[in-house]
């Protein structure tokens, strides 16, 4: 396996004796110096204890460490909850030797249920001890709750000769309809770069991944997306050019993330990008992608390769945006499966199917009304996705 690391982070991942499973529970991400921080966080209503905090501490632009458990959301867990948030990031400080105020905290899991600090009281000198530059794999994994596998991309850049990193891990498979991000999602980067920055190139970048991605269509309480820049890499971001230089970079790490992310879906066979043109507006074009991605009805059918067009057609038109009813051309693939409308026949059909049997393909509409376009990506639903959330708690 390949080793992945970001120059001046320490990474870290250990069994805390959260999950009932007894694997990796609880994790750590250390820059060696102070960094600038920017993060986006749920738009849920309701939001988790780490996230309440971490919305209030990132305001300052300085960030030296994020400690994340699984297992436990802490989330609807009032006053104390809040107290067991800090807590955990004051054990993180502590062990650390550093300001609380610059430990970010976030966790994920089962909604309700108090967290278990003294566990994470007792696990923090270890997790401190298991700090390492290569850690990011273990990390990776102490995040994960019905993830299948650890969700990991790095890549690099260069700004007047001076290279940068950029190493992102995230975890999500449930609970994915995001309105600003995924889950959890943690990116480091040895740039330097300004918190106003960060923030700029961080909301962009969330645009075109995590906010065009559903697995379930339920948007979760805890989502947080925080990235740190500590700037050992010398390389700085002065100019319009260097802007477009990183923020490629960024895109190109969060939009693989989320990709795997969809193909990960709790119970997911097929990765499923379902592609609007022709609409009015991209606004209006976004709408009907996320409502059709988000129909049952239509991922359902994905999930039997059934090339149920009427599904789709019937999810277009419930997206609340202009159409034309008797104006609509469907794809699957490259094959034309909808003329105007209307089916184009049994062959059409048979070819539709067999590109359905694909682990990935695109479902592109045309509502032949103006330029608008978007696109995003949604999994099947499948027989499992009912097993693993029917008995998730026990």
């Not at 699984?70 to 650390?96: E, F, P, R, V």
């Not at 969700?151 to 600003?180: H, L, N, R, W, Y």
């Not at 075109?208 to 805890?222: A, K, L, P, V």
Request: net charge neutral; hydrophobic share 40%.
């Amino acid at each position: 396996m390949k080793k992945i690391s970001c120059p001046g982070f320490k990474a870290a991942g250990i069994a805390a004796g959260l999950k009932k499973n007894g694997k990796k529970d609880l994790g750590l991400i250390l820059s060696e110096v102070p960094a600038t921080v920017a993060g986006v966080f749920t738009q849920n209503k309701i939001k988790a204890a780490p996230v309440l905090i971490d919305i209030e501490r990132i305001k300052q632009g300085l960030c030296q460490a994020v400690v994340v458990n699984s297992g436990n959301a802490n989330c609807c867990t009032g006053k104390q909850g809040i107290h067991d948030a800090k807590a955990m990031a004051g054990y993180t400080a502590s062990a650390l030797g550093i300001s609380e105020n610059h430990v970010l905290v976030a966790s994920t899991g089962v909604i309700g249920e108090p967290l278990p600090t003294e566990k994470i009281k007792e696990a923090t000198p270890g997790l401190v001890k298991a700090l390492g530059s290569e850690g990011f794999y273990d990390l990776a994994r102490a995040i994960m709750t019905t993830d299948t596998v650890p969700k990991i991309v790095s890549t690099q850049g260069d700004i007047e000769g001076k290279t940068f990193t950029i190493t992102g891990i995230a975890k999500g498979s449930g609970m994915i309809c995001p309105s600003m991000a995924t889950m959890l999602c943690f990116i480091c980067t040895d740039l330097k770069a300004s918190p106003d920055f960060l923030h700029k190139a961080l909301y962009n970048a969330t645009e075109r991944s995590f906010n065009r991605i559903t697995i379930d269509g339920d948007m979760s309480t805890n989502d947080s997306v925080i990235i740190m820049a500590n700037g050992v890499s010398k390389a700085v971001v002065q100019s319009s050019t260097q802007n477009h230089s990183f923020q490629n970079a960024l895109d190109k790490v969060m939009i693989s993330l989320a990709k795997k992310i969809v193909k990960d879906g709790e119970g997911a066979t097929k990765m499923v990008e379902i592609a609007v043109k022709g609409a009015l507006t991209d606004n209006d074009a976004y709408k009907v992608a996320m409502t059709v991605a988000n129909s049952n009805l239509v991922k359902t059918a994905f999930f039997g390769e059934d090339a149920n067009w009427g599904r789709i057609l019937g999810a277009v038109g419930k997206a609340n945006v202009p159409v034309e009813p008797d104006r609509i051309d469907l794809f699957f693939d490259d094959v034309l499966m909808v003329k105007n409308s209307t089916g184009c026949g049994k062959t059409a059909e048979a070819k539709a199917t067999n590109v359905l049997k694909q682990p990935e393909f695109t479902v592109l509409i045309d509502l032949h009304q103006g330029n608008g376009f978007s696109s995003v990506f949604t999994c099947d639903f499948s027989i499992d996705y009912i097993k693993i959330n029917a008995d998730y708690r026990s």
